[in-house]
C-alpha cells in the first residue's frame, strides 16, 4: 500500500505555469479493517471542499474584480462568503 495521499491546489498564471502550491490534505493509507474505513469519512470530505474553496476565494480577493475589495492572501470576504466562516459540522457515523 501507499504510505500518503496528498492533495495541493495549484496557482497558475495565463501562460500555465505553476506560481503557488498550497497542499489541503496528507492523510494516511493503511489497510482497513472495516468497511467504515474505506475512502474520507465525511466530515473530511466536507474539510476538504472549504479548503479548497477558500483557496479559491484567496486568488479572487486578490483585487482582479472590481467589485471585491483587495484582501490579503488566505484572508477570505465574510461578507460573499459567511458559509466558510460557520462552526464546523461534525458527522458520526
Do not use: F
Amino acid at each position: 500500500m501507499v504510505g500518503q495521499i496528498r492533495v495541493s491546489v495549484e496557482s497558475l498564471n495565463d501562460a500555465g505555469d505553476v506560481v503557488d502550491k498550497e497542499i489541503v490534505m496528507t492523510k494516511s493509507v493503511v489497510k482497513p479493517n472495516h468497511i467504515i474505513e474505506l475512502g474520507l469519512r465525511h466530515s473530511e470530505q466536507i474539510d476538504l471542499l472549504r479548503q479548497i474553496e477558500q483557496q479559491l476565494l484567496s486568488e479572487h480577493s486578490t483585487g482582479q474584480a472590481p467589485w471585491y475589495p483587495s484582501r490579503p492572501k488566505g484572508r477570505v470576504q465574510a461578507a460573499l462568503a459567511p458559509h466558510l466562516l460557520a462552526p464546523e459540522v461534525r458527522c458520526t457515523a
